[in-house]
């Protein structure tokens, strides 16, 4: 279906902020899709802070708050804590089965369960509907299981293809398997995984990706000594084409359940300065603390609401 096809609805939509206590209000802009979100129009927004939900994407424009921030990664600059190190030892057991975006019983009752764990939703929201409102024809699902115990499915992740990579839609996982830290190790898979968005064969189903190989990616990197065999290609294949991110939605300064994007580093956000002129709205941070830093310096609005 091509763009002019699709029926596009405009709309503004008030609420008050999930994040914090004091119930702030909010002001949603939506694009409602008739049939599908246009994959193309979602790449060129997406750098100005719009996310897809379902078959609309939106943007916040809440008064006196900007502090939903987009977020993303470029893989070959993540600098590797010990702690992340020690979560990608702990899941080179774990293969990734890309699959096409169809409803699978298996993948919604991991879901289901993952949601009343995590996020202490009513089982009411979490039915068929809201779970299809994750699929789009054009996205991705990545199954995670692990391979010494019989294929088991631990986590699946919806993703959307993009123009310069990935962008994580929502991760959910089996939570007797918390203990193997698998939204970090999802993070640092997904960014790797971004780097071949143009090569159809990452994404093709059933073409597994282990844990040894993104391991290996991340431990040589820098040193450029690549096992297995392949590597080397791949991260020439890197060097040689544009940049390519992996979007992991709105970074929240000081909300619990999404400041934890920001623990990865170095990292991109996009805040756009109107006092300069700059067609590009990401800025780099090497630290969270960096970025906050800069953000208080500048009166961010709404900051004073999370941070001291």
């Keep these: 279906m091509t763009a002019e096809n699709r029926r ?19 002001l949603m802009n939506l694009l409602a899709f008739q049939d599908e979100v246009d994959p193309r129009l979602y790449s060129a927004l997406i750098s100005t802070g719009w996310r897809r939900h379902g078959k609309d994407i939106y943007c916040m424009e809440c008064p006196g708050c900007k502090l939903c921030i987009p977020l993303r990664l470029e893989p070959m600059s993540i600098q590797l804590t010990l702690s992340l190190n020690r979560i990608l030892r702990k899941n080179k057991d774990i293969v990734i089965i890309p699959s096409p975006p169809i409803f699978h019983k298996e993948h919604f009752r991991l879901w289901q369960r993952y949601s009343l764990w995590k996020h202490s939703m009513p089982l009411k929201d979490l039915g068929e509907d809201s779970y299809n409102n994750l699929l789009e024809p054009w996205s991705l699902i990545y199954e ?14 919806h993703v959307d293809p993009l123009d310069d990579g990935l ?3 929502y991760f959910s996982f089996d939570p007797d398997e918390k203990g193997r830290s698998l939204g970090f190790f999802s993070i640092l898979a997904e960014s790797y995984l971004s780097s071949f968005v143009e090569n159809a064969k990452y ?47 709105f970074w929240v300064p000081g909300a619990s359940k999404m400041d934890y994007k920001a623990r990865i580093s170095p990292f991109e956000i996009a805040i756009a300065d109107k006092k300069i002129d700059n067609p590009n709205p990401w800025k780099r941070f ?23």
């Design 8 to 26: 596009i609805l405009y709309f503004r939509a008030q609420g008050t902020c999930p994040y914090f206590f004091n119930n702030h209000p909010t």
């Design 203 to 249: 994404l093709l189903p059933n073409k597994e990706i282990n844990g040894e190989s993104i391991s290996c990616f991340y431990d040589n990197r820098i040193s450029r000594k690549l096992e297995p065999s392949d590597a080397k290609n791949q991260i020439a294949a890197i060097d040689s084409k544009n940049q390519h991110y992996y979007y992991l939605g």
């Design 286 to 308: 090497l630290s969270r603390k960096e970025a906050i830093t800069y953000l208080s310096k500048r009166e961010w609005p709404g900051l004073s609401l999370t941070i001291p």
């Design 167 to 169: 962008s994580s839609v």
């Design 144 to 157: 995670y299981r692990d391979n010494k115990k019989g294929r088991r499915l631990l986590a699946v992740s």
